[in-house]
């Protein structure tokens, strides 16, 4: 399979994965939709896991480019960017197909922490995580690793809420928690 075809594969694996969960969707079905073999998927990928994992790591780079990308884009300084990480949640709630969070779904369904698929999005979160934490500490916070964790988990509640709920409200319910907790953190 050439490297364009197995990108195209992970692409097409990520929306169903993403659609359906990873449990529910077989190799059957990945083939079928794909229009890729069993025996060429199985070239590429000894298993399914890995190719879950590859999924993973293919979502883990569009989502946190496209977040900084927005982060940036709203706002020139560091605590801007953490003020404007709700409304950018609410952007990603109100796309058509939100779905929630395929990491927050992943871990669910591999619960084991030492899962490799668990593994690999608890890293996705620790990243995200490092990130805020970043930002706090350039925008002056007195404890930028405690915001980031805070910032963590108003973020993190706000996806599950507006999964469940179909709704891009609770990210602004979020962002005002958000910009108390910010505006305590830095003078």
Known sequence: MRPNKRAELIRKSLELFNRNGFHATGMDLVAAET????TSIYKHFRSKEELILAVLRLRDEDFRN????????????????????FDVLEEWFGQPGFQGCMFIKASAEYQSGQDPVNVQSA?????????????????????????GRQLMVLKEGAIV??????????????RQAG??????AVD
């Open 66 to 85: 496209w977040l900084y990308r927005r982060l940036e884009e709203r706002a020139d300084t560091p605590r801007g960017q953490l003020e404007a990480l």
């Open 35 to 38: 229009g890729v073999s069993k």
């Open 161 to 174: 809420l507006a999964a469940m709920r179909h709704s891009s409200a609770p990210a602004r319910d979020a």
């Open 123 to 147: 890293e996705h979160k620790r990243l995200l995580q490092e990130h805020f934490t970043g930002l706090a500490a350039r925008a002056g916070a007195r404890d930028p690793a405690g915001l």
């Open 179 to 184: 910009l108390v907790l910010i505006a305590q």
